[in-house]
């Protein structure tokens, strides 16, 4: 048997190929207790002003600062309090001169008032009090629409949703949130050594850890999958697997059979089932036989079954794509750069990602690196990328970084 020669292109084309053919899902509204972690389908707008009148941002007395004019230590003006205003409720009265209302925080200024003093800066005595500092108008006042002015667009559609997305959504009123919908995506783990989490091995055998470890890349996303479990290298079965998947998923995740073994069966797959096949070799480690490809409006990934591999091509392209499909705007793994922890010294033609641990400055390779271990996915919370060529790296290199652990993601694809 002839193994076919395949070329490999950069990760940054392979993962402009994909997201050439990731179609948004649709839409779905949700209550907005529901809606944090997801993708918003439409803007926020402000439907009115924030704050929504003039109010006061302290507990104390609302004056009219032209009666403070003059006022100092030595010539203490004094005011009588004619009302307390407490924060949900409107004064009735207007203030005349030298009068002022006691204000709580968050309570509307009443007529004639134009600024705020604080309690701290008054002496009290029964129902008046005395100042020592004249006020500028509007001194101390939260101005109607300070922060949001109304018609203003406040977070763009494709945004993820945040705390603090959830609090100017419950703001305006959104009980029911307009977000992306979540691709359907199924999990087919293939070889005939696997068993599942909760058999026995036996000679010759190892678990399936890639499909519950992408189970929860997906969970990760929000995304909950549909497993088809781990499945023997047999052509037939295999091939059935995947076109019933293909009925029920937008998108189908495999692991294993994508190399050139006399038992990977994925490339006979994808030509019998009539799929696209976008790359099928890219030049990184691990995971360079990572191929995707496209066939009836569906995308599937035919991950590595080395989990290092598979991991690493779940980030770097399932990842974005499924995002794509979700509607976000974000679709890459934040970076940053970091201090190498660690000489790498051995040159490598492709692009490398180590799974490293970082800590906010440096960033260490996370023990056993190679394309089989699962050690290094475990401890690791983001991978250093080391570019392909002909040097190595020295410890204290600056180093750019993935990082595994934010939710929210990046707008640039930086490699
Ligand atoms: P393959 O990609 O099928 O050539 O498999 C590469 C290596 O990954 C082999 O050592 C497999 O035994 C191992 N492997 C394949 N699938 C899985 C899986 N689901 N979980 C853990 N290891 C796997
Ligand atoms: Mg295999």
Redesign the pocket.
């Known amino acids: 048997m002839m193994v076919e020669i395949r070329k490999p292109i950069p990760v940054g084309e392979a993962v402009e190929r994909v997201l050439a053919h990731a179609v948004p899902a649709g839409t779905e509204t949700v209550p907005l207790e529901e809606s944090a972690g997801r993708i918003l389908a439409e803007p926020v707008t402000a439907s009115h002003p924030v704050p929504p009148f003039n109010r006061s941002p302290y507990d104390g007395f609302a004056v009219r600062s032209k009666d403070t004019e003059g006022a100092s230590g030595s010539n203490r003006i004094p005011f009588s309090v004619i009302d307390e205003i407490q924060a949900g409720s409107v004064s009735n009265q207007t203030l005349g001169e030298r009068q002022a209302a006691r204000i709580m925080t968050g309570a509307p200024l009443p007529d004639g008032a134009d600024a705020i003093v604080m309690f701290e800066q008054t002496v009290e005595d029964g129902d008046t009090f005395t100042i020592r500092k004249p006020f500028e108008p509007l001194e101390n006042v939260s101005l109607k629409g300070e922060d949001l002015a109304e018609g203003e667009e406040v977070v763009p559609a494709g945004s993820y949703i945040h705390a603090g997305t959830v609090a100017v959504l419950a703001t305006f009123g959104y009980a029911h949130v307009k977000i992306a919908r979540r691709p359907v995506v199924g999990i087919l ?3 005939t ?2 068993v599942g989490v909760g058999e026995p091995l036996a000679p010759g055998k ?6 519950p ?1 992408i189970a929860a890349q997906l969970r990760r996303m929000g995304i909950e999958c549909r497993t088809y479990g ?1 499945q023997a ?1 047999d052509l037939d079965a295999v091939i059935g697997t995947v076109e019933r998947a293909l009925t029920e998923t937008d998108a189908l995740i495999t ?5 050139v ?1 006399d ?2 069966y994925l490339p006979a797959v994808y030509e019998k089932i009539g799929a696209e096949v976008l790359f099928n070799k890219v030049a990184m480690r691990p995971g360079s ?1 990572t191929t995707v490809a496209a066939g009836g409006g569906k995308l599937l990934f035919g991950l ?4 290092s ?2 991991f690493t091509g779940f980030e770097l392209f399932t990842r974005p794509a499924l995002l794509k499909m979700m509607g976000a705007d974000k679709l890459f793994l934040p970076h940053t750069k970091a201090v190498l922890g660690e000489d790498f010294t051995k040159p490598n033609p492709f692009t490398r990602f180590v799974r490293a641990v970082y800590d906010g400055n440096t960033a260490s390779p996370a023990g056993f690196n190679k394309s ?1 271990a ?1 050690s290094s996915i475990a401890r690791g919370n983001a991978m250093i990328v080391l570019p392909g060529g002909t040097r190595g790296f020295k410890k204290g290199d600056e180093v750019d970084v993935l990082l595994l652990g934010v939710e929210e993601g990046s707008t640039q694809w930086k490699l």
Do not use: H, K, Q
Not at 255 to 259: K, Q
Not at 304 to 307: L, R, V, Y
């Open positions: 783990a293939t070889g050594e696997l190892i678990r399936n850890s890639n499909g470890m781990a290298d692991t294993g059979g994508v190399s073994g038992f990977d036989v590595s079954g080395n989990p591999s598979c089989n699962v």
